[in-house]
């Protein structure tokens, strides 16, 4: 069965440190990756998605992740963390093209520090 | 960016009645839309696949006859959770998903509806 693990529920970094936020995936076949952002209050917002081709995926506000897959992983990266990247942070997995389903990990609640 | 609103944003209700929540796509048709459930500090699970035109897809473990579903136009969705509970307390989201050159298969996010069962 497809599954998403994201080990880290809660991460504190400084602002401008740099950021790595992990996401494990599960699935048989080539899978369709994911980051979301959710906000308090806010929908989920797209950061970035991988469906194929290279493996470095930079997304929008700074954002990139990287698809490796010996590991397994989508790890997500920000070079320079800003106040305003506090947030909730949702890897998700999709079972396209057989199913239009995503298949999100329990999120990683970032705060940063001043 | 493609628009996906929520309407309510948070309901209270008593136990026993029955709560629509409406999803609508903005400023794009929507044949599919998808409805998920998140607890607090979970993650979203997927309840149900909503395409216009039909019956929704309810994944399993999901009552179909307490969440209805509607898709009657391309740009709304509506749940119904009927005779609501207090455990049917929760965060439900909707998403919809734009096929169109600018959506790449890319599902859109409403804010979410914050149902309080009392």
């Known amino acids: 069965a497809q599954s998403v693990t994201q080990p880290d529920i809660h991460i504190t970094v400084s602002e401008g440190a740099s950021l790595e936020l992990r996401c494990n995936y599960s699935?048989?076949?080539?899978?369709?990756l994911f980051w979301y952002v959710q906000s308090p209050g806010q929908g989920l917002q797209l950061l970035l998605k991988?469906?194929?081709?290279?493996?470095l995926v930079q997304g929008i506000k700074g954002f990139e992740a990287e698809f490796k897959r010996s590991q397994s992983s989508f790890n997500l990266r920000k070079p320079s963390v800003h106040w305003s990247d506090a947030a909730e942070y949702f890897c998700?997995?999709?079972?396209?093209?057989?199913?239009?389903?995503?298949?999100f990990g329990t999120g990683t609640r970032l705060q940063v520090f001043p | 960016g493609a628009v996906v609103s929520q309407h309510p944003s948070w309901v209270i209700c008593k136990s026993g009645t029955s709560v629509k929540i409406e999803c609508r796509s903005l400023?794009?048709?929507?044949?599919?839309m998808f409805w998920y459930r998140q607890f607090p500090k979970q993650s979203l699970m997927l309840m149900a696949t909503?395409?216009?035109?039909?019956?929704?897809?309810?994944e399993q473990g999901v009552e179909k006859d307490k969440f209805l579903i509607n898709h009657a136009s391309l740009t709304l969705s509506t749940l119904t959770v009927t005779s609501a509970h207090p455990e049917d307390s929760s965060f439900y989201i909707c998403?919809?998903?734009?096929?169109?050159?600018?959506?790449?298969?890319?599902?859109?996010f409403g804010p979410g509806t914050r149902l309080t069962v009392l």
């Open positions: 998700a997995v999709g079972t396209f093209p057989n199913t239009d389903k995503l298949i």
């Open positions: 998403s919809a998903r734009d096929f169109g050159p600018r959506g790449d298969n890319e599902q859109f």
């Open positions: 909503s395409n216009e035109g039909s019956k929704a897809t309810y």
């Open positions: 991988y469906f194929s081709g290279d493996t």
């Open positions: 400023d794009f048709q929507a044949t599919t």
């Open positions: 699935y048989g076949a080539t899978p369709y």
